[in-house]
């Protein structure tokens, strides 16, 4: 079974930085793409970034030109660098992986992390 796994959330000033990490076990295949949700209580899951295999890095509009996500195919992981955070960006932010077959459920599978908190004081 895959399980993703997110750390290095925590609680930062306005203005800082925070650099997220996913780590991907239970499998040795790559994914079809990997990305960062978001979440606020009381809001919808939301798309912070996404990294497909074949194709082009996507960012939200509130986060490009301060967020990077990079990531490692072979290493079935990926990371989120956020710089000049806002009080905005106060969520908990979750690791996805898309799968296009999956054993596990017999078909195309979306994995999600447990996520990690990040908040931003004012």
């Known amino acids: 079974q895959v399980q993703l796994v997110e750390s290095g959330g925590g609680l930062v000033q306005a203005g800082g930085s925070l650099r997220l990490s996913c780590a991907a076990s239970?499998?040795?295949?790559?994914?079809?793409?990997m990305g960062w949700y978001r979440q606020a209580p009381g809001k919808q899951r939301e798309l912070v970034a996404t990294?497909?295999?074949?194709?082009?890095?996507k960012y939200a509009d509130y986060v490009k030109g301060r967020f990077t996500i990079s990531r490692s195919i072979a290493k079935n992981a990926v990371y989120l660098q956020m710089n000049s955070l806002k009080p905005e960006d106060t969520a908990v932010y979750y690791c996805?992986?898309?799968?296009?077959?999956?054993?596990?459920?017999?078909?195309?599978?979306?994995?999600w992390g447990q996520g990690t908190q990040v908040t931003v004081a004012s």
């Open positions: 996805s992986a898309h799968s296009s077959y999956s054993s596990d459920f017999g078909g195309a599978h979306d994995y």
């Open positions: 990294a497909p295999s074949g194709g082009s890095i």
């Open positions: 239970g499998s040795i295949f790559s994914f079809d793409a």
